[in-house]
């Protein structure tokens, strides 16, 4: 059985019950009731029943039981080759057997669904690697949730890396769905990951990186269709570098939403005066990369997160308003990145009536005061 669906441990005994007191209630019904009266067809119900949450050895199991209950009641009111009641029998076997295929094709693709989900799961613990929750002077936490409840993985990064003099962080979403997305996210991951302590100036690296995003967007051996497609292709992104021993942080913002700001319990935006465009579309417009430097004290913790978080909607059509609702949290004097983006997770999805409508990803660093 597949696990954690119905046909499995307690809850298959529990729904079992209803075809089985089906058949014996149609049972009973039919040898009491006048001859004129055939109940028999309602027997199909109880295989039919099972098929939906069971598998085919049990939904098989249901319905000889259903064909036995048949034959009882043929013998008790006429005979068991009596014209009727034989073409009964036999539809009831036929449809029976139908049923069964039907559960087993049912199962087959929950175990293949089961399988797919694991695949995922191991794809993003490769893809997207839990951020640790201390690194140098910063306590970080992250949360990313998929849109889809089948997936685990999307278009949505985060990333950070140490060098000499501090640490960088990088959070972005990929332009689109499905495989080209986590593509997409894996190779500026990669690039990332690879450059972030090589690359001296945080502009040298944002640079490495449209360059890496726009090389394989403009790859000479992908097909005609594919490159077509790819090039409306891009990535935002938010690049930060914080130093260990200056209460600063440097940042690059490629078409990202502004990261907020919590400081003593005000909330503010880290808008740059001149940001970049996304990663991928330096051949359509001018780029400028140069950094912009915030003041990042002890004790304050910024917030960087994914469109999938600002545009998130209610029935009523309204978007999640994170800065209103980190004001709230700061109002109640929160303890780390960890008890924020619990909140904020938990209320996110309240918002919402848990079901997102994209892939949201958020990251909290706290800069620790210094040793006393």
């Keep these: 059985m597949v696990p954690g669906h119905p046909s499995s441990g307690q809850p298959r005994h529990?729904?079992?019950?209803?075809?089985?007191?089906?058949?014996?209630?149609?049972?009973?019904v039919d040898i009491l009731a006048p001859p004129s009266v055939h109940l028999g067809p309602f027997l199909v119900a109880?295989?039919?029943?099972?098929?939906?949450?069971?598998?085919?050895?049990?939904?098989?199991?249901?319905?000889?039981?259903?064909?036995?209950?048949?034959?009882?009641?043929?013998?008790?009111r006429t005979s068991i080759v009596d014209l009727n009641h034989s073409f009964q029998l036999i539809t009831l076997?036929?449809?029976?057997?139908?049923?069964?295929?039907?559960?087993?094709?049912r199962e087959r693709h929950e175990r293949e669904l089961t399988q797919l989900r694991s695949v995922a799961t191991a794809a993003q613990e490769v893809v997207l690697k839990p951020l640790p929750q201390?690194?140098?002077?910063?306590?970080?936490?992250?949360?990313?949730?998929?849109?889809?409840?089948?997936?685990?993985?999307?278009?949505?990064?985060?990333?950070?890396?140490r060098t000499e003099?501090?640490?960088?962080?990088?959070?972005?979403?990929?332009?689109?769905?499905?495989?080209?997305?986590?593509?997409d996210a894996a190779l500026l991951l990669g690039a990332f990951r690879g450059a972030a302590h090589r690359q001296a100036d945080l502009s040298a690296l944002v640079n490495f990186l449209e360059g890496t995003v726009s090389s394989d967007l403009d790859d000479p051996a992908a097909p005609k269709d594919a490159t077509e497609d790819r090039g409306e292709a891009f990535i935002t992104a938010a690049v930060m570098d914080i130093p260990d021993d200056e209460p600063m942080l440097h940042l690059i913002n490629c078409g990202h939403p502004p990261?907020?700001?919590?400081?003593?319990?005000?909330?503010?935006?880290l808008e740059v005066r001149h940001p970049a465009p996304p990663l991928g579309l330096t051949e359509f417009v001018e780029i400028d990369l140069s950094a912009e430097a915030f003041a990042f004290e002890y004790g304050d913790i910024a917030l960087l997160y994914t469109d999938g978080v600002i545009e998130a909607r209610n029935k009523?059509?309204?978007?999640?308003?994170?800065?209103?609702?980190?004001?709230?949290?700061?109002?109640?004097?929160?303890?780390g990145p960890d008890a924020l983006l619990a909140h904020l997770r938990k209320d996110l999805m309240r918002h919402v009536g848990g079901q997102l409508g994209d892939d949201a990803a958020m990251v909290a660093i706290e800069r620790m005061p210094r040793p006393s």
């Design 46 to 76: 109880a295989p039919a029943v099972t098929a939906s949450f069971a598998g085919p050895r049990t939904t098989a199991c249901v319905g000889a039981l259903a064909v036995l209950a048949q034959a009882v009641v043929a013998e008790v």
């Design 165 to 183: 003099q501090g640490t960088r962080i990088v959070i972005g979403d990929v332009r689109g769905k499905g495989l080209e997305a986590v593509g």
């Design 316 to 335: 009523d059509g309204t978007f999640y308003p994170l800065a209103e609702r980190v004001a709230d949290e700061a109002d109640k004097a929160i303890k």
């Design 14 to 28: 529990v729904l079992l019950a209803v075809p089985i007191a089906l058949i014996v209630i149609v049972t009973v």
């Design 93 to 105: 076997i036929l449809m029976s057997a139908f049923v069964t295929s039907f559960a087993a094709r």
């Design 134 to 161: 201390r690194i140098g002077p910063l306590r970080i936490a992250s949360v990313y949730l998929a849109a889809e409840t089948e997936a685990e993985i999307g278009g949505d990064l985060y990333a950070a890396a």
């Design 259 to 269: 990261p907020l700001l919590l400081r003593r319990g005000h909330v503010s935006l």
